[in-house]
T-cell receptor, first 117, second 112 residues
Framework: DTGVSQDPRHKITKRGQNVTFRCDPI?????LYWYRQTLGQGPEFLTY????????KSRLLSDRFSAERPKGSFSTLEIQRTEQGDSAMYLC???????????????FGPGTRLTVT | GIQVEQSPPDLILQEGANSTLRCNFS?????LQWFHQNPWGQLINLFY???GTKQNGRLSATTVATERYSLLYISSSQTTDSGVYFC??????????????FGKGTHLIIQP
């Protein structure tokens, strides 16, 4: 098992452009999360998938953001009409049920660092 | 929403020293995790510890769920322990759907 992977690792874009990030979770993990981390802060939750269903979205996820997880495998996060305030590290995590636990340990990918100029 | 406070915010120690990092949370939780974020931004899992005590080498952690705090102990610090340590919780009742709420972290610097 190679862990959670994310692509690209770095992205520089101009304000107003659209960007898309990809996350490949640990195989057979049915839960997938997206987070955003700005400098000096802890990661903040954006959205959550169980299999292919998007079950929760944070208020941080404006209508310029959209996430998908077709077929319950990899996920994409798209940001339309990027703004300088979107500059951050975008982290993906996945988890899998464990017997006897209500919530499950999350494992994070290396992140995609977005810079909007 | 749930509040997570970590202390101290910054800690500078000499190699070989021991340290204790604290995480206070404002409500009951189903999940508590400790992470180490390396200089490249990767979050490395240290402990999944909603309650009780665990040890892994030079690191150990204790969560007292009834008093809403967790402690991370690092013994015989090494320079490679430097980085930011995060505590993150999943509040009770969320079932994981709200994701983890992170504290602001403790920035640890171990000097040779």
């Amino acid at each position: 098992d190679t862990g959670v992977s994310q692509d690209p690792r770095h992205k520089i874009t101009k304000r107003g452009q659209n960007v898309t990030f990809r996350c490949d979770p640990i195989s057979e993990h049915n839960r997938l999360y997206w987070y955003r981390q700005t400098l000096g802060q802890g990661p903040e939750f954006l959205t959550y998938f169980q299999n292919e269903a998007q079950l929760e979205k944070s208020r941080l996820l404006s209508d310029r953001f959209s996430a998908e997880r077709p077929k319950g495998s990899f996920s994409t996060l798209e940001i339309q009409r990027t703004e300088q305030g979107d500059s951050a590290m975008y982290l993906c995590a996945s988890s899998s049920p464990k017997a006897g636990h209500i919530t499950y340990e999350q494992y994070f990918g290396p992140g995609t660092r977005l810079t909007v100029t | 929403g749930i509040q997570v406070e970590q202390s101290p915010p910054d800690l500078i120690l000499q190699e070989g020293a021991n340290s204790t990092l604290r995480c206070n949370f404002s409500d009951s939780v189903n999940n508590l995790q400790w992470f180490h974020q390396n200089p490249w931004g990767q979050l490395i899992n240290l402990f999944y510890i909603p309650s009780g005590t665990k040890q892994n080498g030079r690191l150990s952690a204790t969560t007292v769920a009834t008093e809403r705090y967790s402690l991370l102990y690092i013994s015989s610090s090494q320079t490679t322990d430097s980085g930011v340590y995060f505590c993150a919780v999943d509040p009770e009742g969320g079932g994981g759907a709200d994701g983890l709420t992170f504290g602001k972290g403790t920035h640890l610097i171990i000097q040779p």
